[in-house]
């Protein structure tokens, strides 16, 4: 199959390029006409230009709508604890242990394995992150949401994109942190000294973290609940760990006498969003693993 081509020529809509063209069509949502130019599939009088493009009257705008690659992995029939679905999205309770999608050592028992079993997904991501429109770490549980059709990918990533949809964490972390509550804002990138880290650096991305303490286990422990405001890789494990308090478990950027078992002790509990097809807010809640409260309730037996 060919890619599908569109032809625009401007009368009167002056503006961003992006803007322009997810204005134009319904089916282009902004960070999809993003995505299309910055991949070239996009001309404006047979030349390349940038998203941020301001289109002037007369300019023709050609755009190239690529076929979705062919999604090739293995379906495998391993339950999902799924907490909604419906033909636009379905959210899932990952386990801790299972990876989302496949990966170098990794190639398959993923959560894209298992949701290809049960159900069709959004190809927008191609044949290895299918409907995968955000993602959590191996050893983290809790709330995902996934694309099923296009249309959702496309409005649930633009959602996270302006910081419009709702998740909350619940991390155990070394040490006792003093303040009720806290904002951390620094810069996450890769780190130069271990590429298989992220860091602060002053080249990074923003990223921003909420945090308001629950409980504290003397001076060895804290529990916080946690509300990422962006969503950089590893993003609560590395701000934790910059304020002096890394999670419990953590392999990467915890210490080495720590909680042994899960990983780092880490459940994403509350997921919020809007439906792309109704706009009803849909807000999800689920409870810590029996693991996870197994220890908190050692904790406070010590």
């Known amino acids: 199959m060919s890619n599908k081509k569109i032809n625009l020529i401007i009368n009167n809509e002056v503006g961003r390029l992006d803007k322009v063209i997810s204005e134009a069509f319904d089916e282009i949502s902004r960070s999809r006409a993003q995505n299309l130019i910055e991949n070239n599939f996009v001309d404006v009088n047979e030349h390349k230009e940038k998203p941020k493009y301001k289109v002037q009257q007369k300019d023709r705008i050609s755009i190239e709508i690529p076929e979705p690659e062919e999604i090739n992995l293995t379906p495998q029939n391993i339950p999902l604890d799924i907490i909604y679905e419906d033909e636009d999205v379905i959210v899932i309770n990952k386990p801790e242990g299972m990876v989302v999608h496949p990966s170098p050592g990794h190639p398959d ?52 994109k302006n910081k419009t949809n709702k998740r909350k964490y619940i991390a155990l972390v070394h040490g ?127």
């Open 109 to 160: 028992e993923t959560l894209v394995n298992a949701l290809l079993y049960h159900t069709k997904l959004s190809p927008i991501n191609g044949s290895i992150r299918p409907g995968i429109v955000h993602r959590i770490d191996k050893d983290t549980s809790g709330l995902l949401m996934v694309a099923k059709s296009q249309m959702a990918h496309e409005s649930l990533s633009e959602q996270l």
């Open 176 to 302: 006792n942190i003093k303040e009720q509550s806290g904002t951390i804002k620094a810069p996450i990138g890769r780190s130069k000294n271990d590429r298989k880290k992220q860091a602060i650096v002053s080249d990074g991305r923003f990223a921003e973290t909420k945090f308001n303490v629950l409980k504290r286990f003397n001076q060895d422990y804290t529990l916080i609940e946690c509300e990422l405001k962006t969503g950089r890789t590893h993003q609560i494990r590395v701000h934790m760990k910059y304020i002096g308090h890394p999670l419990v478990g953590d392999p990467l950027y915890g210490p080495r006498k720590t909680i042994q078992g899960h990983g780092q002790f880490l459940h994403a509990k509350v997921l919020g969003f809007k439906h792309p097809k109704t706009n009803e807010d849909l807000l999800f809640e689920v409870p810590l693993p029996e693991y996870f409260e197994k220890v908190l309730n050692n904790l406070k037996n010590k």
